[in-house]
């Protein structure tokens, strides 16, 4: 009788890049995004590079299967300027 032991499947991961601008209003609306990437690391990187061209910048991941319909809680990986709170 085989003992072996399976590798933990790593779950799909949503990983996320916005940029925000503000219309003649006032309010904040997206600029870039939202768009998906391959690895945190991308994300951070691609939202520090936008920070300094628009209002505010955020990148989030959050553990997702979209086939079930589960969505675990978004983390935040990087953050500058004005975003609107995540929903």
Known sequence: MSTHILPEQRKPKLIVVVAFDRGED???FPM??????????????IAKTLAGKHAGVI???RNADPA?????????LFVSGD???ME
């Open 68 to 76: 079930l319909g589960d969505y675990g809680p978004p983390e935040t």
């Open 32 to 45: 870039y995004g939202p768009a998906d990437q391959q690895s945190e690391e991308r994300a951070i990187r």
């Open 83 to 85: 975003v609107p709170d």
């Open 59 to 61: 990148a989030w991941s």
């Open 26 to 28: 006032g309010e904040l």
